[in-house]
């Protein structure tokens, strides 16, 4: 069983007046089996965060628990976790197979055994015919499975993984993200995953932890946050093409910035948003209407079967009803 | 193929400067030197007469050249693995992240920039029998009546000569190592560090594999600057202390004043030949044998 807390966590780096605050203030519990999403652009944290679970950084305040043990002070081999990099770390001189042994060895586990560790877990991820060559042979869809046989060999407790889909093609993250949430379903480990990609968030996370600049914006299950989004930074990073975001006082009050979704952003004769049409996306499955009101980009989902403008005409939107995000024009945070 | 083929003409332009500068200072000089190799001379060097290649068998058979032969060989042996581990242990060091560690990178590569005539003279008067500080040092530890000198003593001048030689070569060999050390990808230290490897682990199984293209590439470089070591020689020693000549190396054979075959330029050139392919065969047995073991790329 395996829960990760992290409680009031902040990492500065540099000190005096250069000093840099990567994470700030992060509190936020993990359940055991839980395949947790850290979500946020380059640069928000969200990887100092991982690699302080990991105990690859020290936090400047705060603590790092997995399970019952606060782990600060305790070593990496000693927290019953594996990590999966980016760029795979693979070790260029190793066989598939030796990799997938490398942390049994140093755990000093017996020749056979480790044999026979390595190729379950290489059978889990379809490795066999690869055991005897060396990550150079090898493309890279496999490279990023043996870094996960390397990271399942031991049964961690914990799995971590620093977006470990984004050097792969588009068709290949496409089934490897379904491969991982099958993956996570099979073993009995907890998923902290950290990825700048949307898609993935929503597509594989039981939760999704939404970070900027360090702090965390919001928890929820990618539904939720796609729903209810907690501030104006969540409602327009989640979700492509981007929320509509109006200017205070364009919709209601001039306290409040409102968010529609383009899904619900209808056009109306007789409308209350006016605006000239920019620009037409035919995507087959939808129309994607990019409109001018006045300086502000309005963006709207329309049905290819229903009556799409064209370039240069003026048209009215309404909101669907019950539809509006409202966000405090100050702070960003959610008013209704 | 007929785009190959145009392509010719401008190929061999350009390649015309490089080929011109092989030719002119490296295969003429070559070709020469083995020609000359067969001449057979007189003791004052102008009467010479053609001897065919058994005059190579006749030069390396020599009880000079094999005596010259055996200098180098010991002393490629005192310097190539006390360099490069030193070499690795410098750049290890001075790799970590700590403050004001860019002035040791510095101190660490300077001889570098020290021609071997410089570092010699450091070395001659750091091991002078009067006022060397490291003279004194070793005199302590072992008295004698008349202490004549690390160089003048025909058991340690050999060791002398490869200090000063390690030393001058050191800073070759951190600043290549230095560089392959920088280009490890970190992951791969933090993957294994969290995989639970301790340094120890990490520099068995991380760093010396990866850097082990360059360490072969040292290795080899080092091997042959032992093999032509001449500068040092000639300034500390002259191929003495007399009559031991424990310091009178194929190249300080070859060039030396001091040398029995000074005036002799067929064997002089033999020998240069002789040492050019003893260089060669050293580089590809060291190719060859670790070659397998040594992983390229990723």
């Known amino acids: 069983m395996a829960q990760v807390r992290l409680e009031h966590i902040t990492k500065r780096f540099g000190d005096g007046s250069e000093a840099v605050t990567a994470v700030d203030d992060v509190t936020l519990q993990i359940e055991h089996h839980e395949f947790m999403i850290l979500l946020g652009p380059s640069g928000c944290g969200k990887s100092t965060l991982l690699r302080m679970v990991a105990g690859l950084e020290d936090p400047t305040a705060g603590d790092v628990f997995i399970g019952?043990?606060?782990?600060?002070?305790?070593?990496?081999?000693?927290?019953?976790?594996?990590?999966?990099?980016?760029?795979?770390?693979l070790y260029p001189h190793k066989t598939v197979a030796a990799n997938i042994e490398f942390p049994l060895k140093v755990r000093g586990v017996g020749k056979a055994e480790r044999a026979a560790e390595a190729l379950r877990a290489a059978e889990v991820l379809g490795l066999e015919p690869q055991m005897k060559r060396k990550?150079?042979?090898?493309?890279?869809?496999?490279?990023?499975?043996?870094?996960l046989a390397r990271a399942i060999v031991r049964n961690p407790a914990v799995f971590l993984m620093d977006e470990p889909l984004s050097n792969l093609d588009a068709k290949l993250r496409g089934d490897t993200r379904a491969e991982l949430v099958d993956l996570h379903r099979r073993i009995d480990s907890t998923f902290l995953y950290v990825t700048h990609d949307q898609v993935e968030a929503m597509t594989m996370g039981s939760r999704v932890a939404v970070l900027s600049d360090g702090r965390l914006q919001q928890v929820g299950t990618p539904q939720e946050v796609y729903d209810r989004p907690a501030t104006a930074f969540v409602a327009q990073f989640i979700g492509t093409p981007p929320m509509n975001m109006l200017p205070p006082g364009m919709l209601g009050s001039d306290a409040v910035q409102v968010g529609i979704r383009p899904e619900h952003l209808r056009l109306t004769p007789g409308g209350e948003l006016h605006a000239i049409v920019k620009q037409v996306e035919h995507l087959g499955h939808e129309v994607l209407l990019f409109a001018d009101a006045n300086g502000t980009r309005l963006i709207s989902r329309l049905d290819p079967s229903s009556f799409v403008p064209e370039v240069g005409d003026p048209v009215a939107f309404d909101a669907e009803p019950g539809r509006l995000h409202r966000f405090d024009a100050t702070s960003g945070e959610r008013v209704s | 193929m007929n785009r190959r083929l145009r392509d010719v003409p401008w190929a061999i332009v350009m390649l015309l400067p490089s080929i011109a500068l092989i030719a002119v200072w490296t295969?003429?000089?070559?070709?020469?030197?083995i020609q000359k190799g067969h001449l057979r001379c007189d003791v004052t060097g102008t009467k010479c007469r053609d001897a065919g290649w058994g005059r190579y068998w006749d030069v390396f058979t020599s009880a000079e050249f094999q005596h010259a032969l055996g200098v180098s060989l010991k002393l490629m042996v005192l310097t190539?693995?006390?360099?490069?581990l030193l070499g690795i242990g410098l750049a290890v060091l001075a790799d970590k992240h700590l403050r004001g560690i860019g002035v040791f990178r510095t101190i660490f590569s300077s001889t570098v920039?020290?021609?071997?005539?410089?570092?010699?003279?450091?070395?001659?008067?750091?091991?002078?029998?009067?006022?060397?500080?490291?003279?004194?040092?070793?005199?302590?530890?072992?008295?004698?009546?008349?202490?004549?000198g690390l160089l003048n003593d025909a058991n340690t001048a050999l060791p002398a000569v490869a200090l000063s030689s390690i030393w001058a070569n050191l800073?070759?060999?951190?600043?290549?190592?230095?560089?392959?050390?920088?280009?490890?990808?970190?992951?791969?230290?933090e993957s294994a560090f969290v995989?639970?490897?301790?340094?120890?682990?990490?520099?068995?199984?991380?760093?010396?594999?990866?850097?082990a293209p360059t360490l072969l590439f040292v290795g080899v470089v080092l091997t042959t600057r032992a093999l032509q070591t001449y500068g040092e020689i000639a300034l500390l020693t002259g191929g003495g202390p007399n009559p031991e000549k424990p310091t009178t190396t194929i190249p300080y054979l070859i060039y030396g004043r001091n040398s029995l075959i000074s005036n002799d330029l067929g064997t002089k050139?033999?020998?240069a030949v002789l040492l050019f392919l003893l260089s060669l065969v050293l580089a590809l047995v060291q190719f060859r044998g670790l070659e397998k073991r040594v992983h390229y790329g990723r």
């Not at chain 1, 042979?137 to 043996?146: A, H």
């Not at chain 2, 750091?126 to 008295?143: H, K, R, T, Y």
């Not at chain 2, 951190?174 to 050390?181: Q, R, S, V, Y």
């Open chain 1, 68 to 89: 019952d043990r606060r782990v600060n002070d305790v070593e990496p081999k000693q927290r019953d976790i594996a990590m999966v990099f980016q760029s795979y770390a």
């Open chain 2, 171 to 189: 800073g070759f060999t951190f600043i290549i190592i230095t560089a392959a050390l920088q280009s490890v990808p970190r992951d791969l230290y």
């Open chain 2, 27 to 33: 295969v003429y000089p070559l070709v020469k030197a």
């Open chain 2, 195 to 211: 995989d639970g490897a301790g340094s120890v682990r990490r520099f068995t199984n991380v760093t010396i594999p990866m850097i």
């Open chain 2, 113 to 148: 920039a020290t021609s071997v005539a410089v570092a010699s003279l450091v070395w001659f008067t750091l091991l002078q029998p009067q006022i060397g500080v490291f003279a004194d040092m070793f005199s302590g530890w072992f008295p004698v009546v008349k202490n004549p």
């Open chain 2, 269 to 271: 050139s033999a020998a």
């Open chain 2, 80 to 84: 190539v693995p006390v360099g490069l």
């Open chain 1, 135 to 147: 990550p150079g042979q090898l493309s890279g869809g496999q490279r990023q499975r043996v870094a």
